[in-house]
């Protein structure tokens, strides 16, 4: 009888303990698109709209804002490769200090985005259309 309840308390114990493994549960991430002039100048202003496609499950984000710079948040997408395209408007001050509006594009086949801290930078260099 002791032997029975011996291992029956010895199953319970490696159920208990096989529980408390830390399994990497957190499937999103985030990160930044940096996009860079093709000429001097700064950005003023980025009215943009970014596309992203997963490459595995071929789901699509969407998302689109207006900032101050050239640095794009992403929060809050699954980790894996993206193909990405940003387009919109931008407006540029130049070294003289004149301002001018073009619009732009900007995009990449192949993206990673897979770390898990949210330190995924990816840097893509405009295309001015007009």
């Known amino acids: 009888m002791k032997t029975v309840y011996y291992m029956i308390m010895m199953c319970v114990v490696a159920l208990v303990a096989s529980g408390c493994h830390s399994d990497l549960e ?71 200090s004149q301002l001018s509006t073009h619009q732009f594009r900007a995009q990449s086949d192949y993206v990673s985005m ?3 801290d949210g330190g995924n930078t990816v840097t893509l260099e405009m295309i001015l259309i007009d």
């Open 26 to 96: 957190d499937y999103t991430t985030g990160g930044e698109i940096v996009l860079t002039l093709p000429q001097e100048g700064t950005i003023e202003t980025l009215q943009y709209s970014v596309m992203m496609v997963n490459l595995n499950s071929r789901n699509v984000t969407t998302f689109s804002d207006i900032t101050a710079s050239g640095h794009i948040i992403v929060d809050n997408i699954m980790r894996g490769a993206y193909s990405v395209s940003v387009e919109g408007i931008v407006r540029i001050k130049d070294a003289t």
């Open 114 to 116: 897979a770390a898990t």
